[in-house]
């Protein structure tokens, strides 16, 4: 007999996991909220997330299965929503098996209309927290004094890692050629020629002194002649997390931020992983010059706080766009560092 799915539970409180030694707790936090961005105006062009419907149109007959119809599917935007949902599950999946606990995922207003600000019901149970930056910068989610003195006093916590994952800004002038030619260089018809992101996880960076901003929306370079990724450029003598290991590529992913570093102390922050950008889809970023965008950044211990910061974007923890070993290790290497 085939191996079921275990039985799904929904709307149920969290139970907490206990501290074992040596076991990460991971726990993914969807910055959005989950009302605001399903109930989004589908006469809106820009700023908000694809329906459903209009993913089976583009990516036809990907989602054409009874499992996608609308008696099986949301078709509005909330089905996209939960396109991202399930997409973890091979992330979560590889996880567990590592470090023996389920991974926790909560959202900042849920589909049931409840609010859940990170504070001590997240991060008790919590060694390494993932913001996956997903709300929209008109939704205005901020994060509040209260989460950021949270969060702060967890990070003098040994052993805690917070994960910060702002997505992609595509579009922020007002010139509409550039947008057009953001638009493409990325080549996904599904996002419009203005989508900026991550607000709440902008407020949480400048509120934890994160010196990096997540600019444009960039298209990796790729193998000549095949369709894989181009290898990461890796600064492997800077990973003492050991993150990269056996890692040659992260995610292909159309529309990937660049996390420029602002600060001009080169010690504060490391840039462990640097990926090629398409060459051959012009795009005012390489037109000023760049042929890489920073992937992966690490914020080492200091005075202030015993946890670690590594900025990433979520794509790579999803397969929603693909998947590979070399991706799974990366999984891995998260659940697993010391």
Same mark, same amino acid.
């Given at each position: 007999?085939?191996?079921?799915?275990? =039985?799904?539970?929904?709307?149920?409180?969290?139970?907490?996991?206990?501290?074992?030694?040596?076991?990460?707790?991971?726990?993914?936090?969807?910055?959005?909220?989950?009302?605001?961005?399903?109930?989004?105006?589908?006469?809106?062009?820009?700023?908000?997330?694809?329906?459903?419907?209009? $993913? %089976?149109?583009?990516?036809?007959?990907?989602?054409? =299965?009874?499992?996608?119809?609308?008696?099986?599917?949301?078709?509005?935007?909330?089905?996209?929503?939960?396109?991202?949902?399930?997409? &973890?599950?091979?992330?979560?999946?590889?996880?567990?098996?590592?470090?023996?606990?389920?991974?926790?995922?909560?959202q900042r207003i849920d589909q049931a209309g409840y609010k859940l600000p990170i504070d001590e019901r997240v991060? =008790?149970?919590?060694?390494?927290?993932?913001?996956?930056?997903?709300?929209?910068?008109?939704?205005?989610?901020?994060?509040?004094?209260?989460e950021i003195d949270a969060i702060r006093e967890w990070l003098k916590r040994e052993g805690t890692c917070l994960?910060?994952?702002?997505?992609?800004?595509?579009?922020?002038?007002?010139?509409?050629?550039?947008?057009?030619? !953001?638009?493409?260089?990325?080549?996904?018809?599904?996002?419009? %020629?203005?989508?900026?992101?991550?607000?709440?996880?902008?407020?949480?960076?400048?509120?934890?002194?994160?010196? $990096?901003?997540?600019?444009?929306?960039?298209?990796?370079?790729?193998?000549?002649?095949?369709?894989?990724?181009?290898?990461?450029?890796?600064?492997?003598?800077?990973?003492?997390?050991?993150?990269?290991?056996?890692?040659?590529?992260?995610?292909?992913?159309?529309?990937?931020?660049?996390?420029?570093?602002?600060?001009?102390?080169?010690?504060s922050v490391h840039v462990l992983g640097r990926q090629l950008i398409d060459p051959d889809r012009p795009h005012?970023?390489?037109?000023?010059?760049?042929?890489?965008?920073?992937?992966?950044?690490?914020?080492?211990?200091?005075?202030?706080?015993?946890?670690?910061?590594?900025?990433?974007?979520?794509?790579?923890?999803? &397969?929603?766009?693909?998947?590979? !070993?070399?991706?799974?290790?990366?999984?891995?290497?998260?659940?697993?560092?010391?």
């Amino acid at each position: 007999m085939a191996t079921r799915q275990p =039985a799904r539970t929904y709307n149920q409180d969290h139970i907490p996991r206990k501290q074992t030694p040596g076991k990460r707790r991971v726990s993914i936090y969807w910055t959005w909220s989950y009302p605001w961005e399903t109930n989004r105006d589908l006469t809106e062009l820009d700023n908000r997330f694809s329906s459903m419907t209009e $993913v %089976r149109r583009v990516a036809w007959p990907a989602f054409e =299965a009874t499992e996608w119809d609308k008696m099986n599917f949301l078709q509005g935007i909330g089905g996209t929503l939960e396109l991202f949902h399930r997409s &973890t599950l091979s992330f979560q999946q590889v996880v567990g098996e590592a470090t023996g606990h389920p991974v926790a995922v909560f959202q900042r207003i849920d589909q049931a209309g409840y609010k859940l600000p990170i504070d001590e019901r997240v991060l =008790a149970d919590t060694d390494t927290l993932m913001v996956f930056g997903l709300d929209h910068l008109v939704a205005e989610q901020e994060a509040e004094s209260g989460e950021i003195d949270a969060i702060r006093e967890w990070l003098k916590r040994e052993g805690t890692c917070l994960v910060l994952a702002p997505h992609h800004d595509v579009g922020f002038t007002n010139d509409p050629q550039q947008r057009q030619m !953001e638009y493409r260089h990325h080549g996904d018809e599904l996002v419009p %020629r203005q989508q900026r992101f991550s607000q709440y996880t902008r407020s949480l960076m400048a509120a934890l002194n994160v010196p $990096v901003n997540n600019q444009w929306g960039l298209r990796p370079a790729v193998v000549k002649g095949t369709k894989e990724i181009a290898p990461l450029t890796a600064f492997r003598d800077l990973d003492a997390l050991g993150l990269l290991n056996n890692v040659t590529t992260f995610n292909f992913h159309l529309h990937l931020p660049h996390y420029e570093v602002t600060a001009q102390d080169a010690y504060s922050v490391h840039v462990l992983g640097r990926q090629l950008i398409d060459p051959d889809r012009p795009h005012p970023f390489t037109a000023a010059g760049n042929k890489e965008f920073n992937c992966l950044l690490w914020m080492p211990p200091n005075e202030q706080r015993a946890g670690d910061i590594l900025l990433i974007d979520s794509t790579h923890f999803t &397969t929603l766009f693909g998947g590979t !070993e070399s991706l799974t290790n990366l999984w891995r290497n998260l659940a697993v560092m010391k």
